[in-house]
């Protein structure tokens, strides 16, 4: 049985961004911030978004049965729009808050939330940018990636490339190992350097835009790296021309209505 709304912690306490971690930000394109929600606060969403995962998860096939994106997590996305108790979660205040000082913006819509399980046993995940798939005209999008539970560095946590965000769009990508490949050379015959994946308690929370190339290890333990995650860009954002077949699928699917040179505030996109 859900835990009733008013039992929920509802994570409106904003969170302390210092300046110096917004600098850190903009520069490489990414931080980790240390209990943006406390252990209490995750262990009362942790069984509700789990379940909810479980629930609408649609993959059924064995590991060795899917393909190098199948193989890296299970992906349940809008959990918000399927459980009040999860929105609880997406929505929260605090999140949006911390997104919007560490882009410098006065406020945030939401794109999308995405539960990503990487199941024991599970793949790595291979180099990528996130804004390939997203068709919006900004450089002002960031992703919060949160583990609901203790993750060691043998569950796959993320890995980044550092100031990748500042060359902006690098291809039409997705996540494949053609991404993994030609992203791994871009990488070496540029010099850039990567940050170093540790171990994070559940709470915890990296904050990444959607330009910085990133990746994760594989999941080399008989534990599920549960991890929640809620994408976020400023608003006033406009739609743009999707190039791609994703973006194409993402204007339909999360921008409902909106058309390119639109703003991109459907009623799925409020501002937090």
Known sequence: MQASLTLLPDLSQ????????????QQNGHIKLRQVATRAEVA?????ISQAADKYNTETRALDQRDTYGKAFLQVMNLWRQAE?????????????????????????LYHDQALFKEAGGGQTPWHQDQY??????????TLWMPLTDISVEMGPMIFVNGSHKFGYLGKLPISDQSQ????????????????PTAMAAGDATFHSGWTLHSAGAN???QMREVMTVIYFADGTQVTEPDNRNRAADLAQWLPGCKPGELAASPLNPIL
Do not use: C, M
């Open 133 to 142: 798939y997203w068709p919006l005209d900004t450089d002002k999008t960031i």
């Open 14 to 25: 904003v969170f302390p961004v210092t300046t110096e971690q917004v600098a850190s930000y």
């Open 44 to 48: 009362a969403f942790q069984p509700i």
């Open 220 to 222: 080399s333990t008989n």
């Open 181 to 196: 490949n030609l992203f791994e050379q871009f990488i070496q015959e540029r010099g850039l350097s990567l940050s170093v």
């Open 85 to 109: 108790n999860v929105a609880r979660f997406v929505l929260a205040h605090r999140f949006g808050d911390v997104a919007a000082q560490l882009l410098g913006v006065p406020s945030v819509r």
